[in-house]
């Protein structure tokens, strides 16, 4: 089986902490890996796009800083009796 090359750098927030998240039941064929910081997850056979952290669009580019800072959804209700 040809061995994954991790990619240093999550093409959604830029950070470092990408790890190999499943590969191919056909050995070698394809990749996954998933960001441990924003929990982007991509295949290898992606396009540049979806793969590339200099390609993926800026629109969608998150701050690890705003993650804390992101809203939960759909928002979790308080409960009947009172106590949160
Ligand atoms: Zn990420």
């Not at 910081?37 to 200099?54: I, L, N, Q």
Request: proline share 15%; net charge positive.
């Amino acid at each position: 089986m040809t061995a994954p090359k991790i990619p240093d750098t999550c093409p959604r927030c830029d950070s470092h902490d990408v790890s190999l998240l499943t590969a191919s039941p056909v050995p070698g064929r394809w990749f996954m890996y998933a960001c441990g910081v924003c929990f982007y997850s991509w295949r290898s056979t992606e396009p540049g796009y979806a793969t590339d952290p200099a390609a993926y669009p800026a629109a969608f580019k998150i701050d690890p800083t705003d993650i804390p800072k992101m809203l939960v959804v759909p928002s979790i209700p308080t409960r009947r009796g009172g106590t949160p």
